[in-house]
């Protein structure tokens, strides 16, 4: 099973931009194996929600939140999946994690927590205002 590092977090003012990465490593299959890779966020006393997923067939999937500000990618050659956050908002704030699934169950369900099978330990976003 890989292992998840995620990286990019820090403060910013509200409206600013911050370019999150999650990197694979220590295991045999390659990211672009993996049937979803997505991005979940936990505020403090708020249940985890999805952000953005993207599946095998490249299609994306985000939160109402953040449609429009937010982007996720991938770079396979890096084993390396981003989410580029633009205009953020106090309402950000909070602990995002990276995940990925071995299941095609996610497909088409990239939002969906209980279809991920592999986390990472989150990196801390704090927007102000």
């Known amino acids: 099973q890989e292992h998840l590092v995620e990286s990019g977090g820090g403060s910013v003012q509200a409206g600013g931009s911050l370019n999150l990465s999650c990197v694979a490593s220590?295991?045999?299959?390659?990211?672009?194996?993996?049937?979803?890779l997505g991005w979940f966020r936990q505020a403090p006393g708020k249940e985890r929600e999805g952000v953005a997923g993207?599946?095998?067939?490249?299609?994306?999937s985000y939160a109402d939140s953040v449609k429009g500000r937010f982007t996720i990618s991938q770079d396979n050659a890096k084993n390396t999946v981003f989410l580029q956050m633009n205009s953020l908002k106090p309402e950000d704030t909070a602990k995002y994690y990276c995940?990925?699934?071995?299941?095609?169950?996610?497909?088409?369900?990239?939002?969906?927590?209980?279809?991920?099978?592999?986390w990472g330990q989150g990196t801390q976003v704090t927007v102000s205002s």
């Open positions: 993207i599946d095998t067939g490249d299609r994306e």
């Open positions: 220590g295991y045999i299959d390659r990211l672009d194996r993996r049937y979803c």
């Open positions: 995940a990925s699934s071995s299941s095609s169950l996610c497909m088409g369900r990239a939002l969906t927590q209980e279809r991920y099978d592999n």
